[in-house]
């Protein structure tokens, strides 16, 4: 797992710090199309931060179109794309009519 730092004396907000270390994780492909992120729960506990502040971060990470939430499943990277709302490698699969 990814090791997270989160420096709480900044003038740059925690949820910010994590949202840029995260979108660098997916850049760089330490998290690969596909990959699952880790828990609300996990972050928390390996930041320290709320798990709601860690629920807006992947809010945003989605809405930016770097993740997809998969209600009961997690959170997974996309799968690169020059388009927003490219489709997603795993684990979905899309048939096309």
């Known amino acids: 797992m990814i090791q997270f730092h989160i420096q709480l004396d900044s003038e740059i907000p925690a949820s910010t710090q994590l949202y ?31 798990r709601n502040t860690i629920s807006k971060v992947y809010r945003q990470l989605e809405e930016a179109g770097l993740v997809e939430a998969l209600a009961g499943s997690g959170i997974y990277v996309r799968a690169r794309s020059h388009e ?5 490698s795993f684990p979905i699969t899309r048939t096309v009519s």
């Open 84 to 88: 927003r709302g490219g489709e997603v």
């Open 20 to 50: 840029d270390q995260i979108r660098l994780a997916i850049a760089s492909c330490q998290y690969p199309p596909g990959h699952r992120l880790p828990s609300t729960r996990q972050l928390a506990m390996q930041t320290g931060l709320h």
